[in-house]
């Protein structure tokens, strides 16, 4: 008897499981990288994300750099000097009659001006 009691209480402690609630993360939003220079440019992936009473500039390309990091930070300097602050829609644009394994030559986005 003494020996299932035990048994017992090994088990009862032995097996405790825990399960912790599922809890929903917060959404980070957009990505908003610095400019050398101190402009914000923040990153939006599609234009209904920008903010209502935000001006469209137009789109601004900028060729490709050596690595993805300088040739988006090229990207933000270029909407900062046209007037802007963020951009949306961001596409790689390959050369005239590239096959899809050819690198792309250009870097392309919609630039706003969000008050």
């Known amino acids: 008897m003494k020996a299932l009691l035990v048994v017992a209480a090994v088990l009862a402690c032995g097996c405790r499981t825990e399960i912790l609630p599922a809890m929903k993360k917060a959404d980070p939003g957009p990505k908003t990288r610095l400019v050398d220079r101190g402009c914000e440019a923040t990153d939006y992936p599609a234009g209904t994300d920008v903010p209502a009473g935000a001006k469209n500039i137009g789109w601004i390309r900028v060729d490709r750099l050596e690595n993805d990091d300088d040739t988006f930070a090229a990207l933000r300097e270029a909407v900062c000097k046209a007037g802007g602050n963020a951009f949306s829609r961001t596409r ?24």
Do not use: F, Q, Y
């Open 92 to 115: 790689w644009i390959r050369a005239a009659g590239a096959s899809v394994a050819d690198p792309p030559v250009h870097l392309e986005a919609n630039a706003w001006s969000v008050p």
